[in-house]
């Protein structure tokens, strides 16, 4: 199995922390597109999102997912809206197999929140604004993915299991 894997989601799917371990199984890099996007900049997504607007945001992130296009050997994980742009959801699906990491709103919703490196959640009705955010991509999501993957009630080790198995890798 060579295939590369991208993993896309919403905020507090556990994206980054799982992409590690799944990494780690099949002997792959991790690519992390908001760590490539803050190394380039110089800055956090925070600083962007304040300095720069969402729009130049959203430019950096098809620029770093641009740049991955031959990689090999890579889990990638995606920040939470880079499948909103139909040049992205391209672009990803040329690097590899797109798989979906879901889990349920409440547990979604407790890690996104739990610190203020989320842009689009440090407003007055966080819980709102993920609500409305969450209802308005889960099509995106689903429509974007070649596999999916509910980690709900799945411990990170699980979480792991259930990708190698969707991805038919399972050892
Ligand atoms: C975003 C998700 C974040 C980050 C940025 C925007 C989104 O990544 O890219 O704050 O639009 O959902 P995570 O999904 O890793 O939190």
């Given at each position: 199995m060579t295939q590369n894997i991208i993993l896309i989601g919403f905020m507090g799917c556990g994206k980054s922390s799982i992409g590690r371990r799944l990494a780690g199984r099949l002997g792959y890099e991790l690519r992390d597109?908001?760590?490539?996007?803050?190394a380039r900049a110089g800055k956090s997504i925070t600083d962007i999102f304040n300095d720069e607007g969402e729009a130049c945001f959203r430019e950096r992130e098809t620029m770093e997912l641009r740049e991955l296009i031959d990689s090999q050997g890579i889990v990638l994980a995606t920040?939470?809206?880079a499948v909103l742009r139909e040049e992205n959801r391209e672009i990803l699906r040329r690097i590899g197999l797109v798989v979906w990491l879901h889990s349920d709103p409440e547990t979604l919703f407790e890690r996104a929140n739990r610190n203020r490196k989320r842009p689009l959640l440090d407003v007055e009705n966080p819980r709102g604004t993920f609500n409305a955010l969450l209802e308005s991509?889960?099509?995106v999501y689903e429509?974007?993915?070649?596999?999916?993957v509910d980690a709900t009630g799945l411990s990170h080790d699980q979480t792991v299991e259930a990708l190698l198995s969707a991805i038919g890798a399972q050892s």
């Open positions: 597109s908001d760590d490539l996007i803050t920040g939470g809206g991509r889960l099509q429509a974007a993915a070649d596999r999916k």
